[in-house]
């Protein structure tokens, strides 16, 4: 199954403790070294701690001007239109996170080759029962030898790469345990504990609760990351998990680029770029040991998110009208986290809802019975009909074009899943031209406040330079109505 542990077995204990240990051999000087960058750790740490503390008396003082909450089902692009507006209105807060990022990024990659492994795996196996149906005796055991040249290829192939790649699937229940908080065992990940080895688990997603302070944790964590010398970099520490990673590197990339295995995904429809599949033509850069993430890393790491994260920023309007403070709600859209959204409907200046569109041929990931786009639409017939929110301005981001695009391109047809799009043509152009009167004439049905205003954007967040505009344009937008409503009152 799977090869020797590669990970030492302190660090499973507590991901923290033993890289915040002074090591025992420490000289005079490594010790001043150390007790001064951790002077300075702390200083920052205090200065933080102030900020904070400073906002959030600034905002029981000044109530917010403007409060946008951002809806959709899980996977949408809630989160990553959160951080558009953070790199737009916030970007050095922004940057200074980006190296917590990294352990998600590593988590995406991981999950996205436990995917492929899956795949395969599971392909052999049905191959091992279609060859035990047709021969048709049930007393042949499991372990009947695979006669065919195709399926000895397929066993070999999953043994070479399963072998190769435990160091990294071990690894993954190390990296959750590091997003998580001391103490929080109660965790909001949904994965299992990740104490089985293999790869067998953990499963599912990467969650963290968002009232976790994982980002600020893992920022500070960087400047205490080598037993020698506070200041040194994380990968000086010999048990920072880039050395794992960078270890199988060639593995990972021998992998992805097999064209069998490309077979494999491309028979079994497994379409890893509608995940967080992005970063496997990016593994020699993921993998290198002074990797740190950049923007565009960031925007596409997927974390789910479960509760409800806040996001103030401040807007200077021009000398004469002073600035205006904006706060964004982002929730969690999955089914079991909708109960949350309904507390801020009472309180917001604007709606943001996103409708992944290009996800008109996949279900739901916690009820594959519902297509996503079904969801989409009744969620937002449920948000323009619902009288509490008649008065709030609603901006629809039609999401992920750029993937509607693509698939449009391979040739998968809109009308195999949605049967009243019947047989107009299946191009980009009549695809999104169709689905924006679907989610307008919703709207405009089921609305019980006709002169409310909806402004639709096609939109794709993970890229930056397209979005900044849009996000500029709905900032604007949101404005002006804020300005006008108040001078209604
Ligand atoms: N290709 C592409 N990927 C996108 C787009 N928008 C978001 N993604 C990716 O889709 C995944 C999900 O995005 P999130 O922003 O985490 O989704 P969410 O709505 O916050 O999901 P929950 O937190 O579960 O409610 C991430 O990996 C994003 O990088 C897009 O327009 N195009
Ligand atoms: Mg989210």
Known sequence: MVAAKSVPQNHLADPFEAVLRPPPDETPIQRDARILAEQN?????????????????????????????????????????????????????????????????????????????????????????????????????????????????????????TVALAPVLELEGLLIRTLREDGDEDEAT?????????????????????????????SLRR???????????????????????????????????DDWVRRR??????????????????????????YTPTDEDVLKARL???????????????????????????VGGARNQRHAWAPYFQ????????????????????DPRVNRLEDSLLLWRGLVSNKLLERIPVVLFLN??????????????????????????NDYESVTKYLRNKFGSLHNQYTTNRERELYIHYTAVIDRAKTAGIIADVRDAILRLNLKSLKLM
């Open 223 to 257: 400047s205490r990351s080598s037993r020698n010398s506070t200041s040194s970099p994380w990968w000086e520490d010999p048990s920072d998990p880039v050395h794992v990673l960078h270890r199988s590197r060639d593995a990972m990339i021998r992998l992805w680029k």
């Open 400 to 425: 992920k074009c750029d993937l509607l695009r693509e698939k449009l391109e391979a040739g998968v047809r809109l009308k195999n899943h949605l049967l009243t799009y019947g047989d107009r043509p």
């Open 304 to 330: 789910k998110t479960v509760g409800v994260v806040e996001h103030q920023f401040t807007i200077s309007m021009g000398a004469m009208r002073g600035s205006s403070h904006w706060i964004i709600y982002d």
């Open 41 to 161: 750790a702390k200083r920052i740490s205090d200065a933080i701690d102030e900020q904070l503390r400073a906002e959030r008396a600034d905002l029981k003082k000044n109530r917010p001007d403007v409060r946008v909450l951002l809806l959709g089902q899980s996977e949408s692009g809630k989160s990553t239109t959160l951080k558009q507006f953070q790199l737009l209105h916030t970007p050095v807060a922004f940057q200074a996170e980006r190296i917590a990022w990294r352990i998600v990024i590593y988590l995406n990659l991981i999950r996205s080759i436990r995917r492929i492994l899956e795949t395969i795996s599971t392909e052999l196996e049905e191959e091992v029962h279609e060859f035990l149906d047709s021969v048709g005796d049930e007393q042949i055991p499991a372990s009947v030898p695979i006669d065919s040249e195709g399926h000895r290829i397929a066993a070999e192939k999953y043994s070479e790469y």
């Open 265 to 290: 995904l491309a028979e079994r429809r497994v379409r890893l770029q509608e995940s967080s599949g992005f970063y496997l033509n990016e593994i020699e850069r993921i993998t290198a040991r002074t």
């Open 347 to 366: 309180d917001v200046n604007a709606i943001i809802f996103l409708a992944p569109i290009s996800a008109f041929d996949q279900v739901l990931a916690e």
């Open 190 to 218: 949904r994965l299992g504990d990740g104490s089985t080895p293999g790869w067998s688990t953990p499963r599912g997603e990467y969650a963290v609760r968002t009232t976790s302070n994982w980002k600020r944790v893992l």
